[in-house]
């Protein structure tokens, strides 16, 4: 999970994760991990791009939003099983949208890249 602050002048968008992972801690006992509180805030009370003010949002759902190998692995189970499978076909349909999405948590249309979008 993360907070967005999003720059209200270029939307450029900088995540705040609410908590991170260090890598093994401990070298006694190397399957522990230990989470902290990352420094806060991530940006400047203004954009370093467009001197504009943030905008702050969430939380969101910050990590990959699909396992990739997982995905494939149940269409490739799906394509085996198409016989017997009653609903075969609505799952592969189902799991294409699913490979085709953008693992990135946030996008931007392609309208609010033009300059006269009619954005203010
Ligand atoms: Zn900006």
Not at 59 to 82: G, L, N, Q, R, T
């Amino acid at each position: 999970m993360s907070m967005v602050y999003h720059c209200v002048g270029c939307d450029t968008v900088t995540l705040q994760p609410l908590s991170a992972f260090k890598p093994n801690p401990s070298p006694s006992n190397p399957d522990q991990e230990k989470s902290y509180l990352p420094p806060a805030p991530p940006v400047g009370e203004f954009c370093t791009h467009c001197n504009q003010r943030h905008r702050l949002g969430g939380p969101i759902w910050s990590a990959p939003i699909h396992d990739e190998e997982f995905v494939e692995d149940v269409m490739k189970y799906v394509e085996k099983s198409m016989n017997v499978l009653g609903t075969a076909r609505r799952i592969e349909g189902l799991l294409a949208v699913v490979r085709g999405e953008l693992p990135a948590p946030l996008y931007c249309t392609l309208d609010c890249m033009w300059p006269d979008s009619g954005r203010t």
